[in-house]
């Protein structure tokens, strides 16, 4: 499958992601738990190049091979906190989006806000937001896994 576009961005859009990078890691979340959201996102995506990029960058802030293996199955497995696993359902209710779905119910909301705050909450929702936005781009140029942006 052969990318779909070579040029990188314009300068002007780069400047205002990595502006939108800024406030997100300013937010207070654990760096672990925004990769492990990335992380997530890109999977239920099916993004090769988000997962790829997701698990060196999640390694490089720590993470083990035996969370990052299981963050696929992070509800059947003992390996998350409370806190990591409400992110991850925030994750996965605001991803799957699809006809349906019945998207971020009260209940995933409030066991997120039950471990953030107000602050970290709209960091990950734009870790979230950010993560579909590259996801659906890279879909659709047909970015392939292992290459640098």
């Known amino acids: 499958m052969e990318a779909r576009m070579k040029s990188a961005a314009s300068p002007e859009v780069m ?11 300013s937010g207070g979340v654990d760096p672990r738990v925004m990769e492990l959201v990335h992380l997530r996102a890109s999977q239920i995506n099916g993004c090769s190049p988000c997962v790829f990029a997701g698990v060196a960058s999640a390694k490089k802030h720590g993470e083990t091979d035996e969370r990052l293996h299981n963050v696929v199955t992070w509800r059947e497995t003992p390996f998350f906190t409370e806190a990591e696993r409400a992110a991850l359902a925030l994750t996965e209710a605001a991803t799957r989006i699809q006809d349906g779905a019945p ?3 009260d209940e995933i909301w409030d066991a997120a806000a039950a471990h953030f705050d107000e602050k970290q909450l709209s960091a990950i929702i734009l870790d979230i937001a950010l993560t579909n936005f590259f996801n659906r781009i ?12």
């Open 138 to 149: 890279n879909r659709t140029i047909r970015e392939q896994a292992g290459k640098t942006w």
């Open 15 to 25: 400047t205002a992601i990595q502006g939108l990078y800024k406030v997100m890691y």
């Open 103 to 105: 998207g971020v119910t």
